[in-house]
């Protein structure tokens, strides 16, 4: 069985502060792992996915996570946190098969002006 | 349009009530997913359509029946509902053998 864990529900950070936000995954076989980010009243949107390439993976906004096997991690970073980037962020797990997902509890950012 | 759709945005319904939920995807896909998002907890997969066919029941009640005509459409259709079932819910949709889930903007459902 597959499992995703977000550690903190809440990250609050400055504006142009450090923006790390920590997924660690379960997984029996090699997986496929992604970030979604949901603003208010709005479905999730893909920000960026690994599927076996490069572990270094760049999404949209500034964003990237690293996938780290021997950490089962995979943290997703940015450099300088904006306003715009305050939402809810949802760390997800699948087998590359199957269509099933496994998504985190979510963590909320809050961007301190 | 483009992308995935859902209608309505938000509904308010009693128990007794019928309704549906309407989700479009113009994205080509042939595979499409309900999920249920309740507050802290993580989203809940709640069916799982490939080609027409329902590929997977996650154990949920009878109450919502969903429906699925073409690869392009999605429906959920809501009977006899209980406050708990309050939740927005998510539809999504994906190419078969590419993982990628391509998600509607949701519909805020509130059950009086």
């Known amino acids: 069985a597959q499992s995703v864990t977000q550690l903190g529900s809440h990250v609050s950070v400055s504006e142009g502060a450090l923006v790390l936000l920590r997924c660690n995954y379960s997984?029996?076989?090699?997986?496929?792992l992604f970030w979604y980010v949901q603003y208010p009243n709005q479905g999730l949107q893909l920000l960026l996915k690994?599927?076996?390439?490069?572990?270094l993976v760049k999404g949209i906004n500034g964003f990237e996570a690293e996938f780290k096997k021997s950490e089962t991690s995979f943290h997703l970073t940015k450099p300088s946190a904006h306003m715009s980037d305050a939402a809810e962020y949802f760390c997800?797990?699948?087998?590359?098969?199957?269509?099933?997902?496994?998504f985190g509890t979510g963590t909320s950012l809050t961007v301190i002006p | 349009e483009t992308g995935v759709t859902q209608t309505p945005r938000h509904l308010v319904m009693g128990m007794t009530n019928k309704k549906s939920l309407k989700c479009e995807q113009h994205?080509?896909?042939?595979?499409m997913y309900w999920y249920k998002q309740s507050a802290k907890k993580p989203l809940e997969l709640m069916f799982v359509?490939?080609?027409?066919?329902?590929?997977e029941n996650n154990s949920v009640p009878s109450r919502f029946s969903p429906e699925c005509p073409n690869s392009s459409h999605l429906f959920l259709h809501l009977h006899t509902l209980q406050p708990e079932d309050s939740a927005l819910y998510l539809c999504?949709?994906?190419?078969?053998?590419?993982?990628?889930?391509?998600f509607g903007p949701g519909t805020r459902l509130t059950v009086l």
């Open positions: 690994y599927t076996s390439a490069a572990t």
């Open positions: 997984s029996s076989v090699p997986p496929y």
């Open positions: 994205l080509g896909h042939n595979a």
């Open positions: 359509y490939n080609f027409k066919e329902q590929t």
């Open positions: 997800a797990v699948s087998e590359g098969t199957g269509n099933q997902f496994y």
């Open positions: 999504a949709s994906s190419q078969e053998g590419i993982d990628t889930q391509y």
